[in-house]
Each structure stands twice: as C-alpha cells, then as structure tokens.
C-alpha cells in the first residue's frame, strides 16, 4: 500500500489510489481542469499511463473495451462541460451491459459553480443517471475514502460504471491533514473483499431436483458466468447432467460453440440454435443472464409453462422479468461451483442414453442453422456478408478477439464461432454505433500477444475512425474489417421492407477509407470480389499496424433469420 506523503495533494492522491487499485491505464481528452491529475500521472509514468484519445466516446470505448476482456476497472478522465457531455453514450453503454468504470471529471472551482458559468454542466444530476454510484469532492482529505468507494461500487453486486467528480481548486490542496475524522485515514484500496454471495443450500439441492426433473432443460448462461471467471464449471455442469447451453451476449464465449451441447447466442441477435432449444425448453436456469427482451424476443422465446431457475448477483433482478420456480441471489460462479458438489456428493448425473439424445438434438439444430447460414452465393459480387466469415475464420487466429459494431452486419458477425470467454464483445444492452473500433484499442492494450479484429459497419466505423491516429500513436495494430454498403443498412432495408421502399435519411456517400486509414498513417485496402478477402486479411495479419480492410458488401443479402425478426417488434 502507498504511504502518502505529508505534503500529497489531492491530485497525487487520486493517482496513487488507482495505482493501489492496480488501474494500469486512464483514458481521456485532455482540458485545463484535469492538468493537475495529469502532472501527477506524469510523475508516476512507471506504474500508470494516461492514453489520450480523440473523441471523449473514443475514451470511454477503450476503458470499456479494457474492462470487458480483463474483467477489472477500466479508468478514463475528462475535462469539464463538453468534455464530460460527450462522455454520455459510452458510460451508459457500459452502464446496459453491468462494465466496471471509473470514469472521473475534473469540475470547474467550487466557488465559481452553479453560476452559469462558460463550460459548467450539470455534471452531478446527467452522470446521476447514466452511472451505478456517482459522487464529487468536497474537501480535499476525503479523496481516499471516496476512491475506496467508488472502486467498491464499480465491482460489487451487479458491476457497473461509477463517476467521480473533483472541482479544480481542491487537486492543488493537501490530504493529509489533522482530523479526528478517522474514516479518511488510512488508504484507498481495501485489504480483501468478499463480493461473491453463496446461495443458500435449501436453494441449491431445489435447483438440482428442478434440473434433474426436467426433460427439456437449458441453460441461458450471462455475464454473471465469465465475470465470475467460472467458464470451466459452466461446461463441467453442462457435461455432467447432459443439459444444453444458450448464451446471452455478455456470456457469449463461457462455453465454446464447437462443443456438442453449445446452442450458441439466443435472442434476437442470435443463432437459431439457441432459440429452437428455448422455444422447446420446460426448464431454463438463467444464470446471471437477466432475461432481457434481446435474449428472449421480448419475452417470447421461453414458453409459458417451463420452469424458470434464476440466479443473480443482484438480488433485485430476480423475478423482474419473469415469475420463477427458483430465484437465487447468488454468485453464477458459487451457485455452480455448490450445485456441482451437490451433485457430485449425491452421485448426480444424467445416464448415457439421455446424453446422447440431447447432444444428437444441439447437432441437428446446428447442422440446419449452417445449412441457412450459408445458403446464398458466396462467389458473387457486390460480396456476401457471409463470405466475410468463411474469410476471417480461414485467416485469423483461433483465439483473436472479435469486438463487433452494431448495423446491419451484426448478425453475419454474429456467425463466427466463439470459443474463449473474452473473445467475443459487443455493446450488447445498448446496441451503440461508435463503440467497437475504440473498444478494440483498449482490449489491444489488454491482450497486446492477442490479434484483435473489428467488424463493423460502415456507418458505425465512421463515427469514430479518427482513433486511427490513436491506434497508430500507441502501437495498437488491429484488423477492421468494414461491412460497406454506403449507408446505414438495417434501417434501409427497414424502409425497404416496411415502408415500401421510402427511402430518406439512410442512405450518403461513399468515403475513401484507403485514403483515410493512409492519411492517419495506416494501412487501407479496399476489396470488391470475394477471391480477394483472404489475401487481404493475410496482409493485414502480418501487417504490424492498424489495417482498414474496406469490404463492398451486397447490403441487401438477406440473413437467414429475417422472417423472424418481426417478433421483436411484437407486443
């Protein structure tokens, strides 16, 4: 633990606690406000780096991008007023998807607020909104206790982004002072924490007999599963009572999809496995999944009479959705490692003959989902989206990190197998534009020995290419691969399918992204036929630096599952 010094500000205070904390990077837009807190990073350069991006959305997709593929804290920090307003998007796209933030503002004087100031912003009552905790400085001394807190809130229960707050004339004052007040004593980082809560075990004998019992089980496998980095008890739970796995898109990864009981994504953004398996389960024990309406089709997929088990950090989630058999507030990853020594002190499992029929029904299941995939044309020109994937799983390594932007494409991304729990991220509660490209940057600083491919959407790249020059400053080579069709796609064939072909406002025109990558001194290759989308991703592979693969894609290829898309819009 640091020992501050006598004479510390406020400032070094702030940075000695994320380094306590164990943050190895804050991410931000630099302003005059936070120049105190970046002096004191620059006096600790060994321990922290400050990673200056171009757009505040760029920061906070990076901290995200960090923050999903570590499982720890991701840090940014922005100056006042515009700043901080810009920060909006990305901390409630980490805020939908329960990401660990410490996004930190540095606020104008405090005896010049709440005077209209130029640049003030209600920074308190719009991050209120947008965080799990959110609190701002008062007197220098408590910067300590207010770190501890905010690093506390960010992991605890149902992680989430938290905001701090420090008005610029108290980052020059001093912390140590003489107090009776000893809650500010001491440092900013607790000893150890036990934020994992057990289930109770009435509970979990009840969510052996349910599962036992069912014909049909399934298991909806959430975030609650990878944060708890409790993956391997998953497909050990799985294997042992034979029960097939669906994943939501934060779980996405905790059982690979190539095993024989893998049913893949569910929901609307997912793969027909996984939503057949549901529609025909009488049992679905979700673990840390939510039950959100995107993996459900609005509360469709799961029928009426199955038997819901929930588990969930937060107890506040359980039964919100749905009425359940079993709720259980409890960590995914204690919940499973205390159902397994159930089962494995009562000699529970399922019998060969039951296994080998629920196996023979994921297979079957996936065999016709790839059957459809792939049912189109992949020779032809403007290129199929599903090309694309045959390309990027014959070139790219089988452990590359996939950070997927949202549009039209994002269902054919959808189609590449996932295998590690890291290795898939999407802004899934938020579906945000503008996320995946930075958010790859930071899952780059992570995992710098990992290869790291963006695919994206032309309209979703262009809202925040300008991180180019970033990805190129710091040494983050990455692959993006753009799903171009000049326009934003699903809302095109939106208009085209319910609108009778009304078109307005989605469609503009086209940009040199070769020129664009090259100008911020990356690579840029442009591909128009299929036969030259594997060269390409060679070539980029080997590259060294970010590389712009610029793909003319048919954007009017029909996905496999779009006849049933009209579900999610039913109600």
């Known amino acids: 633990m640091v020992t501050p010094a006598n004479n510390q500000t406020a400032a070094e205070a702030i940075v000695d606690a994320l380094i306590e904390e164990g943050v190895e990077y804050v991410f931000g837009v630099t302003g005059d406000t936070v120049l105190p807190i970046l002096d004191a990073i620059y006096h600790r350069q060994d321990h922290i780096r ?51 933030l410490l996004v930190m503002s540095a606020n104008l004087d405090t005896f010049r607020l709440r005077r209209n100031l130029w640049h003030e912003f209600d920074v308190m009552g719009v991050m209120g909104k947008v965080t799990k905790w959110n609190d701002q400085l008062i007197e220098a001394k408590d910067v300590p206790r207010l770190m501890r807190t905010a690093f506390q809130a960010a992991k605890s229960g149902m992680p989430g982004p938290v905001h701090l707050d420090f008005p610029k004339d108290l980052l020059p004052q001093q912390v140590n002072v ?39 089980p399934l298991i909806l496998a959430g975030r609650g599963v990878k944060w708890a980095d409790a993956s391997h008890r998953l497909v050990e739970l799985a294997e042992r009572l034979a029960i097939p796995v669906a994943t939501t898109e934060m779980g996405r990864g905790a059982i690979p999809e190539d095993h024989p009981l893998a049913g893949g994504l569910s929901g609307h953004f997912g793969h027909s496995t ?94 016709d989902q790839e059957r459809r995939y792939y049912d189109t044309d992949l020779e032809a020109v403007p290129i199929k989206p599903q090309r694309i994937t045959r390309a990027l799983e014959e070139v790219c390594d089988r452990d590359a990190l996939y950070l997927v932007g949202a549009g039209l494409h994002t269902q054919f991304a959808h189609g590449l197998p996932i295998r590690y729990p890291e290795q898939y991220q999407w802004a899934a509660g938020s579906g945000t534009m503008a996320w995946a490209f930075p958010a790859a940057l930071g899952a780059k600083l992570a995992m710098p020995d990992r290869q790291v491919v963006v695919p994206v959407g032309d309209g979703d790249f262009g809202m925040n290419a300008q991180e180019i020059e970033t990805s190129v400053r710091e040494n983050l080579p990455v692959i993006v691969v753009v799903y171009n069709d000049c326009s934003y796609g699903a809302l095109r064939v939106f208009q085209e399918n319910v609108y009778g072909g009304r078109q307005i406002g989605s469609d503009y025109g086209p940009t040199d992204l070769v020129m664009l990558a090259q100008a911020y001194g990356a690579r840029g290759e442009r591909v128009e036929h299929p036969d030259g989308l594997v060269p390409a991703l060679e070539r980029a592979a080997a590259a060294g630096v970010t590389s712009v693969i610029d793909v003319r894609i048919d954007g009017w290829e029909d996905h496999y599952r779009s006849p049933e898309w009209a579900e999610f819009h039913k109600f």
Not at 205 to 211: D, G, S, W
Not at 274 to 280: D, F, K, T, V, W
Not at 311 to 316: G, H, T
Request: aromatic share 6%; proline share 3%; net charge negative.
């Open 50 to 100: 400050y990673i200056t991006a171009r757009f505040e959305t760029g920061a906070t997709g990076m901290a995200d991008g960090y923050s999903r593929v570590t499982g720890r804290i991701g840090c940014c920090l922005f100056h006042v007023g515009p700043s901080i307003s810009n920060t909006v998007l990305g901390v409630w796209s980490a805020r939908k998807d329960a990401v660990p």
């Open 274 to 367: 996984a939503n057949s398996l549901m529609r025909e389960a009488d049992l679905v024990l979700g673990l840390g999944s939510r039950f959100l309406n995107v993996n459900t089709i609005n509360w469709q997929l799961i029928p009426a009479d199955a038997k819901i088990i929930q588990v969930e950090a937060d107890p506040l989630e359980l039964g919100r959705q749905y009425a359940v058999a079993l709720g259980v507030h409890a960590c995914s990853g204690s919940f499973l490692e205390d159902l397994l020594a159930f089962c494995a002190d009562h000699g529970i499992g399922a019998d060969a003959v039951i296994r080998e029929a629920r196996e023979k029904r994921v297979a079957e299941f996936r065999a």
């Open 178 to 216: 003489d107090s009776a007040d000893l809650s500010i004593r001491g440092g900013a980082h607790s000893g150890r924490l036990a934020n994992a809560p057990r289930p109770e075990a009435w509970a979990v004998e009840e969510a052996a007999r349910l599962l036992m019992a069912a014909e049909r």
